[in-house]
């Protein structure tokens, strides 16, 4: 490779390292201990668990001086890596008072150097360079991690911190036209990455489909939402699948998550009321599902979402507008776009494409051994750094997961 090439990943490496910190600046050490629950991981797990990933992944692979950090480190922040040996469970990174988050951070800047000494090489074999992709880009996903943990953390605090201070609502919200999109005719479309810049390997290989005809509607609204509650939408089991009706009654689901009441929910701001107009998210699967039902139209497939994705391109309401929350597609500056803003459920299983083919290397756990009982979703969130995501981009979560920052559009056949 040559050193064109090599400038961008050393940028990029360096800007991700930053970012991360810049989202952690305005809190406390105390901020950063809290495990709330066992899917939420404290702060500067986060922290250490990206660093420990360039080590390991890549330190200890390709650069022959390289000695391990800290062995207990190597334990603690492996986060499910049976290639690399045991590892801490995860409902005990809560208990991690030790290191301290000054260690962590000393850590931190210890593996950056190395990793710059190592980027600063002239050549460069193609399997580290996607390794060191694969690096960043999973530390971006840990970066919408650390938002969605330190939401669930602060709300779990009965004062109810806020992250970040009022979000001060300038925007115009005059948009005339719908934030939908319809396919008039059937088509033979492209599914999977179609480019040669970094992808995972859940999005390979590419296939061609046939769409049917359909109409992909705005996001549900708040506003939507209390109607489908005023209108028995948790009481009547008529829209329920069965694992959701169960799931609803066993933890009293009667509202989505961060709704402190029907007039009240917490956001990254503290406790907000609830407005109509914008997007409903933190509804599982189950909850977007009953909803369908209840509106007498569909979820969309993954297939049918990604087709809406690659016609519609323009940016969405990402990371970089610093905005930390969904907005209304009534809001001008993001009528006419599709991504960002909340992931969409599609009703797509979580499973390979034909073909496909783990990662190799020691990265094969990354994706593979997750394909089972998890559905994707699509498009992205305000979370979500925007260099992340593409339209072929698929996340995945369980239909019972509510803490992500997903919302929901449906789909009419035509
Ligand atoms: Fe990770």
């Known amino acids: 490779m040559d050193d064109l090439k090599l400038i961008p990943i050393i940028n990029k490496f360096s800007a991700c390292r930053s970012k991360t910190l ?36 890549i330190l200890l692979q390709y650069d022959k001086n390289f000695q391990v950090y800290n062995e207990g480190f190597s334990y603690i922040f492996n986060s499910y890596y049976n290639v690399f040996g045991d590892f801490n469970k995860q409902e005990n990174r809560g208990l991690l008072n030790r290191p301290l988050l000054s260690e962590i951070l000393e850590y931190r800047k210890f593996i950056d150097l190395k990793m710059m000494e190592l980027l600063e090489k002239k050549s460069f074999e193609k399997d580290i360079n996607f390794l060191i992709n694969l690096g960043i880009n999973h530390e971006q996903q840990h970066q919408e991690l650390i938002l ?28 005339k036209s719908k934030n939908e999109w319809t396919l008039k005719t059937k088509k033979n479309v492209v599914i999977g990455a179609d480019s040669d810049d970094f992808c995972f390997d859940n999005e390979l290989p590419s296939f061609e489909i046939i769409i049917h005809p359909f109409i992909l509607s705005e996001y549900i609204t708040n506003g ?41 929910c917490f956001d990254l701001s503290g406790i907000n009321k609830i407005d109509k107009n914008l997007p409903v998210s933190h509804i599982t699967y189950y909850e977007a599902n009953a909803f369908a039902n209840y509106a007498k139209k569909r979820i969309p497939s993954e297939y049918e979402i990604e087709i809406v994705l690659k016609k519609n391109r323009k940016d969405g309401n990402f990371l970089e507008n610093q905005i930390f929350r969904e907005v209304s597609y009534k809001n001008e500056c993001f009528s006419s776009s599709f991504s960002g803003n909340l992931w969409i459920w ?53 239909p019972s997961d509510r803490w992500q920052f997903s919302g929901i559009r449906l789909v009419e056949d035509l």
Not at 243 to 257: A, H, L, S
Not at 360 to 375: P, R, T
């Open 22 to 57: 810049e989202l952690i600046k305005s809190l406390h050490e105390e901020d950063t201990v809290v495990q709330s629950v066992n899917f939420v991981s404290p702060l500067k797990w986060h922290l250490g668990h990206t660093t420990w990933f360039f080590e390991n992944f």
């Open 346 to 398: 599609s009703s797509s299983n979580y499973n390979p494409y034909k073909g496909y083919k783990p990662i190799k290397m020691k990265a094969n756990e990354y994706n593979s051994k997750f394909m089972c009982n998890q559905f994707v979703l699509k498009g992205g969130s305000f979370a979500t750094p925007k260099d992340h995501i593409r339209p072929s981009y698929r996340n995945f979560y369980y």
């Open 148 to 175: 969605m943990d330190i939401k669930h953390i602060f709300f779990s605090n009965p004062l109810k911190p806020a992250y970040l201070k009022k979000i001060e609502d300038n925007f115009i919200i005059d948009s």
């Open 224 to 264: 939507d939402w209390m109607n489908f509650m005023e209108e028995g939408g948790y009481t009547n089991y008529e829209y329920w699948l069965s694992d959701g009706w169960d799931f609803i009654n066993k933890n009293k689901i009667q509202r989505p998550m961060y709704w402190i009441d029907n007039n009240y």
